[in-house]
């Protein structure tokens, strides 16, 4: 069976509990037997409930539009930790924490996320100099020069 994907979009749009919860990415495979893929975030954050309850509803709507013979796999999950973030929305939850940019004209910044704005970032890039960190003042990085963004992950 073939999914039509901006259906499932629109289906997913419909599933989702409120404003608060979008959708980071949506897969839809041609495989055999289907494997529909959503990645959910929040400014806030969420829970396992919150993906449970998306996926009873948009499991409900397939099945209502395409029968319940459908056989598909269906995963609602959240970005995991060292995914690049794909929406301006996913900033705002990590502000405090260390980011690493690649930004478009292929130079690479690493610091501390101190705040979003509209139309950009507040990055406070941490340099090395003769085997110490310097941290400079934050500096705005607008989203349009950020090619990628992920969280940096400390075990210390």
């Not at 495979?29 to 959910?40: E, F, G, N, W, Y």
């Not at 099945?63 to 970005?79: H, I, N, Q």
């Not at 610091?111 to 704005?117: D, P, S, V």
Request: net charge negative.
């Amino acid at each position: 069976m073939k999914f039509d994907r901006d259906q499932i979009a629109e289906m997913l749009q419909d599933s989702l509990p409120g404003p608060e919860l979008f959708v980071v990415a949506l897969t839809v495979s041609d495989a055999i037997r289907p494997k529909i893929t959503v990645i959910l975030d929040s400014e806030q954050g969420f829970g396992i409930d919150e993906c449970a309850q998306v996926s009873r509803r948009l499991a409900r709507r397939i099945d209502e539009a395409y029968g319940e013979e459908a056989s598909y796999t269906l995963e609602v999950t959240s970005p995991g930790a060292d995914q690049p973030f794909t929406d301006q929305r996913q900033y705002t939850r990590h502000v405090g924490r260390t980011l690493s940019l690649k930004l478009q004209d292929d130079t690479e910044k690493t610091g501390l996320l101190e705040a979003t704005e509209a139309e950009g970032i507040q990055l406070a890039e941490e340099i090395k100099e003769k085997n110490k960190k310097k941290v400079l003042p934050a500096v705005l990085i607008p989203f349009a020069d950020i090619k990628e963004a992920r969280v940096v992950i400390s075990f210390k």
